[in-house]
T-cell receptor
């Protein structure tokens, strides 16, 4: 069990650029979640995959956001045409789908928009 | 959606003191987790406790699901306990079990 891995840890980019983050879940976890955390707040749910299927999306996930999980392994979260308001910590979590159990979080990717 | 309220929002302690953090939630849940977020932003799993009582060293937690609250106890606090403590719950639902977080308790432990 190597834990949930996220890359990069930090991303600084100019407004209007596209960014992509990667999440590698705990092996054999078939559920994968993305959350976003802004300063002073708790994390908020963005989207959820069971294997390769994206089963739920929050209304926070605007058209500029897209997430994929090809082959049910790692996942990517892309933000197009970044805006100042996208500055946040993006957290990935995974859990086993065999039973209702805990979600395990990665260390996050901190995005700063200049 | 489900509401999660944590109290107190801020807590300042002297090293060695004990404390109790509370989490109230508005609906039946099938998942409740306590996390510690350190100054580097890492979310550390403390407890998975949808019901009952668990202990891990100086920390313990109790969830009374029928009354919709959970408590986190920290005994003999240390400066390394400083950070934000989050309670997160997932409603009983047919799929997803996405977590809803409270706004956290900011704990500062002074030497």
């Amino acid at each position: 069990d190597t834990g949930v891995s996220q890359n990069p840890r930090h991303k600084i980019t100019k407004r209007g650029q596209n960014v992509t983050f990667r999440c590698d879940p705990i092996s054999e976890h078939n559920r994968l979640y993305w959350y976003r955390q802004t300063l002073g707040q708790g994390p908020e749910f963005l989207t959820y995959f069971q294997n390769e299927a994206q089963l739920e999306k929050s209304r926070l996930l605007s058209d500029r956001f897209s997430a994929e999980r090809p082959k049910g392994s790692f996942s990517t979260l892309e933000i197009q045409r970044t805006e100042q308001g996208d500055s946040a910590m993006y957290l990935c979590a995974s859990s086993s789908g065999a039973y209702v159990g805990p979600q395990h979080f990665g260390d996050g990717t901190r995005l700063s928009i200049l | 959606g489900i509401q999660v309220e944590q109290s107190p929002p801020d807590l300042i302690l002297q090293e060695g003191a004990n404390s109790t953090l509370r989490c109230n939630f508005s609906d039946s849940v099938n998942n409740l987790q306590w996390f510690h977020q350190n100054p580097w932003g890492q979310l550390i799993n403390l407890f998975y406790i949808p019901s009952g009582t668990k202990q891990n060293g100086r920390l313990s937690a109790t969830t009374v699901a029928t009354e919709r609250y959970s408590l986190l106890y920290i005994s003999s606090s240390q400066t390394t306990d400083s950070g934000v403590y989050f309670c997160a719950v997932a409603r009983r639902e047919t799929s997803g079990s996405r977590l809803t977080f409270g706004e956290g308790t900011q704990l500062t432990v002074n030497p």
